[in-house]
């Protein structure tokens, strides 16, 4: 008996279903290994030194190489994922992944160790906003909130795990072993994406404007390059070298500002005709913009946290830099298990009953870090982190997946590439300024004190209390029916 269109139709939908979601979990975990490579290698630098003959300052260019690349390809993402399909994009940051993980495991010199991670860092860069995307046309406006939750875990527990992994790692074995342990895990997701991955949208056939790439480049490179050159521009150092680094910072910052003006520019005059690199009238929609302003500034608390906190539990309290990554371990752990249920809170109440006491309770952990000293209990610290990693939890879902609902479906991509760069952005920007305003109010001798702590914190509070403000401007757009896979 032949079959009628409504099950022929009933049977394809059933197996676009169960595609798309196995589709999204395995885009969820090849994320998570990715993004989890991009702060595993700032606790293996002594041992870098050690083995490869290099100063402190050159190891340095090992996140800061990585950052940079992030920076310049995150923006670019949005024309690759409307150009090519989905599995192209995948498979294309999977290979280059791996191929740098490779490089790096075996780098027999410092170059190619550099090399190696910018490689790295190209593959990573493409598997976020691929992820947000695919989960933005997949899963219907309902339960967008309950698998962008699941999105937090890569955003927030895989970079807060990093350092704590490499520890542990590097208790036992070489440091090439951080790239040796992940790299089957790379080449089977590989595999296995190349087999299951479908595209989730259509493609263009609109050509890549080299011009923009090339502005692109100079414009979030030399903004995030000018930070990383803060601390070197205000420290203590030789007197030649504070030159150096102020000159290439002011350097920096102005081909980063000029090439960014043209980039902007360039982008308004070739979304005319749907041909921009990175489609900048996302921003014409207020709900996005107050979200993505939301965001920047949590992503600059929240990388600035984890970065000043273990390193004032290793001077102040004189913990081991595995110890202090243990005592943020907690709240990176909390915001991770949180993500789904504030997730289906969205999806249930909106972004208000969410994102106010997010607000409040981040502003009020940043404000009690200010008083942080040699006499605060290590305990009272994991649970302050904790409680700030829950405020920041209750914040991203909700502010993440209602920017990238209120655009319309042929934006998606081009959203996710501006939450992808504004996070780098941010966080790069939240590790440099507070990084710095610890270390000059410690007295650049290059300790840091009780007192540069509290500077630091005092301003990344000044600069969060707005945010119970915005939390109240910013609303879930009403759900449509478009998309078609539940989130389990």
């Known amino acids: ?273 749907d041909r921009a690199l990175l489609d900048l009238r996302v921003f014409q929609n207020t709900n996005f913009a107050l979200s993505m302003a939301q965001f920047a500034v949590m992503s600059f608390a929240f990388f600035g946290a984890i970065t000043v906190v273990p390193l004032y539990l290793q001077e102040v309290h004189g913990l081991s830099a595995l110890q202090s990554g243990l005592v943020v371990l907690p709240g990176s752990i909390a915001m991770g298990l949180a993500g789904p249920i504030i997730g289906n809170v969205y999806d249930r109440w909106g972004t208000r009953v969410l994102l106010m006491p997010g607000a409040v309770l981040v502003t009020a952990m940043l404000w009690f870090y200010t008083t942080l000293d040699a006499d605060t209990a290590v305990p009272v610290i994991v649970v302050a982190q904790t409680l700030l990693a829950v405020g920041l939890a209750m914040s991203f879902t909700p502010l993440s997946t209602a920017a990238l609902a209120s655009l319309t479906r042929n934006h998606y991509s081009h959203g996710s590439a501006v939450l992808g760069t504004v996070q780098q952005v941010a966080g790069a920007a939240g590790v440099a300024v507070m990084v710095t305003v610890a270390a000059a109010a410690s007295g650049g001798g290059g300790t840091l004190t009780s007192d540069g702590t509290q500077t630091a914190f005092l301003f990344s509070a000044v600069a969060a209390t707005p945010l119970v403000l915005g939390a109240w401007l910013i609303r879930k757009p009403a759900d449509d029916a478009g998309p078609i896979i539940a989130a389990h």
């Open 1 to 273: 008996m032949p079959r009628t269109e409504q099950a022929i139709d009933q049977e394809a939908r059933a197996d676009t279903v169960e595609t798309g979601g196995r589709v999204i979990w395995l885009l969820l975990a090849a994320a998570f290994v990715a993004i989890l490579n991009e702060t595993t290698m700032g606790v293996a630098i002594p041992h870098l030194i050690a083995d490869l003959g290099i100063t402190y300052r050159t190891a340095q260019w090992l996140t800061t190489a990585f950052m940079l690349t992030m920076a310049i390809v995150i923006p670019t993402t949005g024309f690759l994922i409307q150009r090519f399909t989905t599995r192209q994009v995948f498979v294309a940051a999977m290979i280059l992944f791996s191929t740098g993980t490779t490089m790096a495991m075996l780098a027999p010199a410092w170059p190619v160790l550099i090399a190696a991670r910018v490689v790295q860092a190209s593959g990573t860069a493409m598997m976020l906003p691929l992820l947000m995307t695919t989960i933005m046309m997949l899963v219907p406006a309902h339960r967008r909130g309950a698998m962008m939750g699941r999105v937090s875990i890569v955003i927030a527990f895989a970079p807060a795990i990093g350092p704590v992994l490499s520890g542990f790692v590097l208790d036992v074995l070489s440091w090439r072993w951080i790239f040796a342990i992940v790299l089957p895990i790379a080449l089977t997701a590989l595999a296995v994406g190349a087999r299951w991955i479908r595209n989730v949208g259509r493609t263009t056939d609109a050509p890549l404007d080299v011009p923009s790439v090339i502005l692109s480049a100079f414009g979030f490179g030399g903004l995030v390059f000018a930070l990383s050159q803060i601390s070197g521009a205000e420290s203590g150092g030789a007197a030649a070298d504070v030159a150096l680094a102020r000159l290439t910072l002011a350097i920096s910052l102005a081909v980063g500002a000029v090439a960014l003006v043209l980039f902007v520019w360039r982008q308004i005059r070739l979304q005319r005709d």
